[in-house]
């Protein structure tokens, strides 16, 4: 059944809604546009959950998926299925390398204050809702560690542009991981404070039992309406200020930085190529070059290229050209995944994957799993990792203060909650 229902305080109705899902289901998915000023759309604001999960035998399972609806995640482990790839580096938080669930609840936002709520008793649901109480638990972390020293990481910044010198790769994202354990911590409480310090056009949460990302994601990896693909890669960061002035200069040397256009040129060349295998010859268009968006934080240069995806491609064939995104891995992408898990000290496990949505239509909308703190209840354990692109251009000493930058937001949180 489908009832629509309007919120007479849609903010607080929100937060209910997530703690009540986290509660009573073992796996919710919580898609969160945060009205971002976005090219081309960003999330559609959707709560979904479920008690089960549905059969997924790896990626040949995947084009069963677009026959129903179902929300969940793709890994960033799932390149060893896609290529001849292997990982010998072991994540903090462990995900499957990917993971569905049809939704026995959904709710979906139509505006800032109507929902429609599907489920077998759409009013009551509302009901329950209405009446879940917030209980605050404080956090309590131990010291949180970088996994890659500050010495290490400007190390292996020379050593990817000696491989770049040699030809063997044009560009390298090069992510370092930070860690702790957890003493206390509520998922959803601690979710709602990064999506206030951050907010970003494809946040999400995701409950996977009793692991969680809690994600302020900027970038959408790749979307499907009808036959149309549409991709946005992000390469291109630069920092905030409280000062206006400082602010639109930062602003405009990010637009006209050589460095960081041509990073972000490398990557939409990827882009195309990898779109071009699964869509219709002479339909990829690069819709929008070098666009300069402001998010909370930081200022983003992000490009959208679009394509018409074959009639006879699936979910599983796109996913073959597509996945992993090339602004996580570098160009060319085989080789720079095999540089990335040599240099990297932890496996990336769902970080540099996606969390979204597929539609019985065969529709679906995925971003890129960055900005992410990832849980382990069971373990004790969080998790969160940042990166940035390497060229042969690159200063270590810039790269290694826009990794602190990008984790800048989560830090902020988890040392104020």
Not at 339 to 349: A, C, F, K, M, N
Not at 391 to 398: G, Q, R, V
Request: proline content about 5%.
């Amino acid at each position: 059944m489908k009832q629509v229902f309007t919120l007479t305080d849609p903010l607080l109705f929100e937060q209910k809604a997530l703690h009540w899902a986290n509660q009573y289901f073992i796996y919710t998915c919580f898609l969160n546009p945060n009205t971002a000023n976005y090219p081309f759309g960003a999330f559609e604001k959707k709560l979904a959950a479920a008690q089960s999960v549905l059969p997924i035998d790896g990626l040949e399972s995947l084009d069963h998926l677009a026959q129903k609806d179902a929300f969940g995640f793709l890994s960033y482990e799932l390149k060893n299925q896609i290529e001849k790839l292997t990982s010998q580096n072991s994540p903090t938080v462990e995900f499957p390398a990917l993971g569905f669930f049809e939704p026995e609840i959904l709710i979906t936002w139509l505006n800032d204050s109507e929902v429609t709520i599907i489920s077998d008793d759409p009013a009551a649901i509302y009901q329950a809702i209405i009446e879940q109480r917030i209980q605050e638990y404080p956090l309590k972390l131990g010291a949180i560690h970088a996994s890659m020293p500050k010495a290490a990481y400007l190390e292996k910044v020379n050593q990817v542009r000696q491989h770049i010198y040699e030809g063997d790769v044009y560009e390298l994202n090069l992510c370092m991981e930070f860690h702790a354990q957890i003493d206390t911590l509520d998922p959803v409480s601690t979710y709602f404070s990064l999506n206030t310090a951050s907010p970003k056009p494809f946040s999400s949460f995701l409950k996977w039992d009793q692991k969680y990302a809690l994600c302020a994601s900027p970038e959408r990896f790749l979307r499907k309406k009808a036959q149309q693909l549409l991709s946005q890669p992000i390469k291109g960061t630069t920092r905030r200020d409280q000062d206006p002035t400082i602010d639109l200069a930062l602003k405009h040397e990010l637009a006209h930085s050589e460095k960081e256009r041509a990073e972000n040129m490398m990557i939409v060349d990827l882009v195309r190529n990898d779109l071009a295998r699964c869509s219709e010859s002479g339909s990829v268009k690069v819709e929008e070059m070098f666009g300069i968006y402001s998010f909370e934080q930081v200022h983003q240069m992000i490009s959208s290229v679009s394509a018409t995806a074959k009639s006879n491609v699936g979910l599983k064939e796109i996913l073959q050209a597509t996945f992993p995104m090339g602004s996580m891995t570098g160009a060319p992408k085989i080789m720079a995944m095999q540089l990335i898990d040599q240099y990297e000290t932890v496996s990336r496990g769902l970080y540099s994957g996606s969390i979204g949505y597929i539609t019985a239509e065969g529709d679906f909308d995925f971003n890129v799993v960055i900005r992410t703190i990832l849980l382990d209840m069971d373990q004790s354990k969080l998790s969160f990792q940042v990166g940035s692109a390497i060229t042969y251009d690159s200063d270590p000493e810039a790269e290694y203060q826009e990794c602190l930058l990008k984790a800048k937001a989560i830090l902020q949180i988890l040392d104020q909650l």
